[in-house]
Every structure is written in C-alpha cells, then in structure tokens.
C-alpha cells in the first residue's frame, strides 16, 4: 500500500513563498520510474495540474511557470514545490500524485490560502 503525505501548506501574504513537500512510503515499484505531479483544487474548480517531474523531464502549466519549481528526491522518496510571487489566485489545496501506467496515488493535500 502506497502513502503520500504533503506538509508545507499556510497562510502566506501576496508576494508570498512557500515550500510544500510530500513523502511516499509503502510498497511499490521502482520509485524512479513514477511520475510525481503536483495538483491543485482551487475554490469554484477542478482539479487541475500544476507541475510534473519524471525520468524524461520536467513540465510546468502556464500558471506555475517562472514562480513554481518542482524537485524529487529518489532516494528520499520526496517530491517539493518551491512557490513564489504566491498570488490570490493561488489560494486552494495542494495534492501530490505518484503516476506510473495504470497506478495513480494521492495525498490528503495541504491547504495553501494567500490573503492580505
């Protein structure tokens, strides 16, 4: 069975950073050979990606582009997403994915709110 844990998650002003982190622990294949991706839920919408980091590369939507940066750890089994320049827009709940093929695994999430 495969956990993913997401911490980092505040209240944080306009302009703001944070740094979120997941933890995966349990059985599964090679860890290396997953794709670890960052969603958001952000009120009012679906779910959507935010970034995504594999063997092949790394990938960023147009809304993380330029403040958003996505790291792996394979020895820790650890996915961060550094954030900065945090706007309202920003607001929402952070999850963690681990994809490979037909498997897909989820955090609980962690709560990001950006306010003045």
């Known amino acids: 069975q495969v956990q993913l844990v997401e911490s980092g998650g505040d209240l944080v002003q306009p302009g703001g950073n944070l740094f979120l982190s997941c933890a995966a622990s349990g059985s599964f294949f090679s860890f290396i050979t997953y794709t670890m991706n960052w969603y958001r839920q952000t009120p009012g919408k679906q779910r959507e990606l935010v970034a995504s980091?594999?063997?092949?590369?790394?990938y960023y939507t147009d809304a993380a582009k330029d403040r958003f940066t996505i790291s792996r750890d394979n020895a820790k089994r650890t996915v961060n997403l550094r954030m900065s320049a945090l706007t309202l827009e920003d607001t929402g709940v952070y999850y963690c994915n681990l994809h490979r093929r037909t498997e897909d695994y989820w955090g609980q999430g962690t709560q990001v709110t950006v306010s003045s």
């Open positions: 980091i594999d063997s092949s590369g790394i």
